[in-house]
């Protein structure tokens, strides 16, 4: 199935993904391939400028629709001396609501954004370019359904020198993934 790869990237130049690995953090670049050449195909990739990684000055240097970004927001939480990890994919235009939906998933009394080295050093990522593709296997991705349902967001590439831009539903069909409604909140 073709995407339509404009909707969301704005003035970026997009390709296959797999047609660029040296664009994916290492972690990123084996699940992509592991994917295949269908699904892999469906996964798009672009090079930006490091410092233009972060959400809103990437949308405004590059004309990519605020709507259609997607932030991942790695959540962690403690039960029994265990900590729990889990990865939230929310619009870019909203936050995620960590202790309510978050916490309830964890099945934690209390839900915390990870530190950042925590998050680098655990996911194999850049902070900041941060994505839902290479996670660790044990942790749940929490995909907010307006994500889940986009026809193109844009998302971390594990580097911040890139970005990915994909359906939403390949988000939601993750191994880890569950569409969660009311992740993002306004």
């Known amino acids: 199935m073709a995407v339509d790869w404009s909707l969301a990237a704005g003035t970026l130049r997009v390709v296959p993904a797999p047609e660029r690995p040296d664009l994916l953090a290492d972690p990123v670049e084996r699940t992509i391939r592991e994917y295949g050449a269908r699904e892999g195909a469906r996964i798009g990739v672009a090079e930006i400028e490091p410092e233009f990684a972060d959400t809103a000055t990437f949308c405004a240097q590059y004309g990519s629709p605020p709507e259609r970004s997607a932030n991942c927001v790695v ?39 990870t530190a950042m080295d925590d998050a680098v050093g655990l996911t194999g990522m850049e902070y900041g370019g941060i994505t839902p593709f290479g996670l660790p296997a044990d942790w749940p991705v929490l995909v907010d359904t307006a994500v889940a349902e986009s026809s193109a967001v844009v998302v971390g ?30």
């Open 157 to 186: 590439s594990g580097l911040r020198r890139s970005k990915l831009v994909t359906p939403g539903e390949v988000l939601g069909e993750l191994p880890a993934a569950e569409v969660v409604e009311g992740l993002g909140l306004t």
């Open 75 to 113: 959540v962690s939480g403690k039960r029994s001396g265990i900590t729990r990890h889990a990865a939230c994919m929310i619009p870019a235009t909203t936050r995620a609501d960590v202790n309510g939906v978050v916490r309830r998933r964890l099945d934690v009394r209390k839900a915390s954004f």
